[in-house]
């Protein structure tokens, strides 16, 4: 199962969020579900670093796959964190969608962040 989790600050703001696991729902090369999974949340990272116009944090298993995780980093302009809102909040959107339709292939989580 492919497990996602998304952090928000204290203004509701998705800050990150990381993917782990596997589908399981088909051979290598052949799973739906991971590919969708995989083709939405790299489009959204890539989409963060084109149009808002900076390099978020980014950790993923590029042997193995099965995990990838993004930061937002702290020091960026209001027009960056609101470009980088939409793309996240779509791609939170786009693997809903994904669950409604494989709910024993993927779980979505958010968590709020403790504030300081």
């Not at 998705?14 to 995989?38: M, P, R, Y």
């Not at 020091?75 to 409604?100: C, P």
Request: aromatic share 4%.
């Amino acid at each position: 199962m492919i497990k996602a989790i998304f952090h928000r600050d204290e203004h509701g703001d998705i800050v990150s969020f990381e993917l782990s696991g596997h589908a399981d729902a088909g051979k290598t090369g052949k799973d739906i579900v991971c590919a969708a999974v995989s083709a939405v949340s790299i489009g959204a990272v890539n989409g963060v670093e084109a149009l808002a116009g900076f390099k978020p944090d980014v950790d993923a298993d590029e042997v193995h796959g099965g995990h990838l995780q993004m930061t937002l980093k702290s020091a960026i302009t209001g027009e960056q964190l609101h470009i980088s809102q939409i793309l996240l909040e779509n791609l939170l959107l786009e693997l809903q969608s994904i669950q409604d339709q494989y709910p024993d292939r993927i779980l979505i989580t958010t968590k709020q962040l403790k504030q300081n």
